[in-house]
């Protein structure tokens, strides 16, 4: 009898100690000590750039009653617009094939339900470089004048992008800085220690224009092609995290 009072008395400490342990280390989590204060902010800095070159997307399509005849149709027409870029002051190397398709074509005008196949399409992209931009629009009529079919845009590029991000992120961290400071001071303290730092990335670059209506069908005019490139901006956003240092209470 003694020995399982014994047990019964060893078993109840055993668990009360185990009890409040638990519960010391509940009291501990649930009651976090707080942290120091802090200051957020964020700043954007903005670059504005003169675009140095540009790219043409060229579109080339043939249509015939076979593959075979669509295919070489078209391959004819793209030798041809490709000779009128080089003609137009294109380079050799600036020039590449973005892209080919060759599709049977079908007649869903008259008959919706049960399209009649009436031929076949063969379609290359062309992707111009265009070094110098004044020579832009007479780039475009070189392409139309020689069998090209469509235009699908104009892509825009700087040379010195790299720099103007690295400027533009450099503008978004003062201004950060500059209102974090504004915060403390106005909550009656200082700026601290920088605690985190982190970018929210940067505008997309480049700048793509694309023609009304995306995939234009054209034809040579009468009249040169008159192309005015914009500026670019170049955008980043930045926050950070700063220690704030409360002022001494009077």
Known sequence: MKLFVSALIAGSIAWTAAVAQGAAVAQATSSPSPGEPEITASGRGEVKLAPTHAALMVNIEARASTAVDAASRNAQK???????????????????????????????????QTPEPIGFSANTMI?????????????????????????????????????ARRSAMSQAVREARTDADVLARAAGGSLGRLIALSSGGVSPFPRDIQFAGGNVQMRAAAAPTNIVPGELNVTAIVSGRWEFIPGTSR
């Open 127 to 163: 992707r111009a470089e265009v070094r110098r931009l004044e020579s832009l629009g007479s780039v475009i009529d070189a392409a139309i004048g020689s069998g090209a079919t469509g235009i699908s845009g104009v892509q825009y590029f700087a040379s010195n992008a790299e720099e």
């Open 78 to 112: 793209v030798e041809a617009v490709m000779k009128a870029l080089r003609g137009a002051g294109v380079s050799e190397k600036d020039i590449a094939t973005a892209g080919y398709n060759l599709q049977q074509i079908y007649d869903y005008a008259s008959r919706p």
